[in-house]
């Protein structure tokens, strides 16, 4: 799917038009194949801040829809959305705009592909294999009265940020903290202050 044909999957006329939570989600859970270059050119043309917003938006509601239970997955995908916030947050040039745009398909392929759960029907029967993004959905309809099932996702852990990348999430963290009027301590701090006192 190229861009001119990712616009008209989304409904908008142009990327200036991306400022839905339905745009999101149904761009990071869509089952297309979607170039790459389609997404850069997407967030090329959107707004820096409604993209962070959005994917603010969108990773709260899937944490919301994660089953009981799932501390590891739950902490990986937090970690997740503060790289990818992050990284929408600190773009100064093309090369970084290029850096959201290989995390967030890179992510997006292993939520929707990749990361195998295993769910065990609670009254028996073989398990079945879901990608997360499935058995997310699985969980919502789960709470609404649909079968019951117990979740693995041993051997959806396997996603890895290295550290280079890991520095946005924190920088997203901190200014998070900042405007939650959170003073972030750190032990270097107490070093600076006792500089001052001598």
């Known amino acids: 799917m190229d861009f001119y044909e990712l616009l008209e999957y989304l409904d908008l006329e142009s990327a200036a038009e991306f400022e839905y939570f339905e745009a999101m989600a149904d761009l990071i859970e869509s089952e297309e194949d979607i170039e790459q270059e389609a997404v850069f050119a997407l967030f090329e043309g959107a707004d820096e801040t409604m993209i962070s917003e959005l994917l603010e938006d969108w990773f709260e509601d899937v944490l ?58 609670e009254d028996g029967g073989a398990p079945i294999h879901q990608c997360l993004r499935d058995a997310i959905t699985t969980s919502r309809m789960q709470r609404l009265g649909g079968a019951s099932y117990r979740y693995s996702f041993e051997d959806a852990l396997g996603y890895e940020l290295d550290s280079h990348t890991m520095s946005f999430a924190e920088l997203a963290a901190a200014e998070d903290d900042y405007n939650n009027g959170t003073i972030i301590y750190r032990p270097e701090d107490e070093d600076n202050d006792n500089q001052w006192l001598q």
């Open 64 to 121: 919301e829809g994660l089953p009981e239970d799932s501390g590891e997955i739950f902490s990986l995908m937090h970690q997740i959305k503060m790289t990818l916030i992050g990284l929408s947050q600190n773009r100064e040039d093309e090369s970084d705009l290029r850096r959201l745009v290989d995390e967030f398909c890179r992510f997006r392929r292993w939520y929707t592909e990749e990361a195998d759960v295993e769910l065990t029907p």
